[in-house]
């Protein structure tokens, strides 16, 4: 997450946005009751995705007062006409991220401007706030100050970066300092935060089937006044393993048409048995029936009931089912091998 200093600006939730928030925050309330009734996965995802919609909104908005303090900077500022064709070419050529002194060897072969001069006139648009830069202690790519971007590289799933979203995981942590503030959505801004010692402190979560590795540079960095620190929260995939449904009529084998949801780290509904998901994430996982099944018959249960998946693991399930009447199907012929 992206943490910077500044006195406090009056960039706060208009009264649309605050409408929005509240209307989010009620459901909140209403889910969590519901889910005192109804617990389960479900009410957990729900409420998951309440706080992902709430995060989003507020940085949308956030995001629009740093856009307006921008415009308001440039508007103030008297740029030369180096700095306006750099500023041109940062904002239609630059694709790939650099870091200062990449950016300045880049804009000086593309520009044709002596790396000196490029330098000099960096150092005008960064003073201005237009661009937002690292340090040597604490390094991350140049971009411009309205830019999205600025806030990409603070989460890592081997080495590429990841952002929360509906399905691909949830995560917690806790920045502590001067002023301390938690969060669950990757990626994050922390502005106007006073300047000392702040710690970045990882609770839990992360991108579906991965571990958390640790957080660079270091967990604990110093914020100067005006300045700007970054966090990155890595993670790194575990071995993915195999979830398989069967069904049985009457203690045998059984293959045809049946509707089933497996719940686990992440969701997946199906229409046939057997059935063999790979690419499984290591968790806990059940197995719903939905409908459909042997004719004639009816539903007795799942076995098991819950199972963990390993990393790199095997688990099976089987729906079971019960012939009521008529004439009993003949037993499923092994496969061929």
Not at 160 to 171: F, L
Not at 222 to 229: H, N, T, V, W
Request: glycine letters at 10%; hydrophobic letters at 30%; charged letters at 20%.
């Amino acid at each position: 997450m992206n943490i910077s200093s500044g006195t406090r600006s009056d960039t706060y939730p208009t009264p649309e946005y605050r409408e929005i928030l509240e209307n989010i925050r009620t459901l909140k309330v209403e889910v969590a009751v519901f889910g005192q009734t109804n617990p389960g996965i479900q009410h957990n995802k729900l409420l998951k995705r309440c706080d992902a919609l709430e995060d989003s909104v507020r940085r949308h908005y956030r995001q629009l007062g740093h856009l307006e303090q921008a415009f308001i900077t440039a508007a103030s500022t008297k740029l030369t006409e180096k700095q306006r064709t750099i500023l041109h070419w940062l904002t239609h050529n630059y694709r790939e991220r650099a870091v200062y002194t990449v950016l300045i060897q880049r804009l000086s072969e593309d520009l044709g401007i002596p790396e000196s001069t490029v330098r000099w006139n960096l150092k005008g648009l960064r003073e201005a706030d237009l661009i937002n830069a690292g340090t040597k202690e604490n390094k991350y790519p140049v971009v411009l100050s309205s830019d999205e971007d600025l806030r990409r590289h603070i989460a890592m799933l081997d080495g590429k970066p990841w952002q929360t979203a509906i399905g691909s995981g949830a995560v917690s942590y806790t920045v502590v300092g001067p002023s301390t503030d938690s969060g669950s959505s990757i990626p994050e801004t922390f502005s106007n935060q006073p300047s000392g010692r702040y710690t970045c402190q990882y609770n839990s979560g992360g991108p579906i089937g991965a571990t958390f590795s640790g957080v660079t540079p270091t967990p604990t960095l110093d914020l100067a006044a005006g300045g700007q620190i970054v966090y990155t929260l890595n993670f790194h995939r575990e071995a993915k393993g195999t979830v398989v449904i069967n069904a049985t009529l009457n203690g045998q084998p059984w293959s045809g048409g049946v509707g089933y949801v497996v719940q686990g780290p992440y969701v997946e509904s199906g229409g046939t048995v057997p059935q063999s998901l790979s690419n499984a994430p290591a968790g806990n996982y059940t197995v719903t029936y939905r409908s459909g099944g042997p004719p004639q018959s009816t539903f007795e249960g799942v076995a098991p009931p819950a199972q963990a998946l390993q990393p790199g693991g095997h688990i099976e399930f089987t729906l079971m089912f019960k012939f009521q009447s008529g004439v009993l199907p003949p037993p499923e012929p092994p496969l061929l091998k």
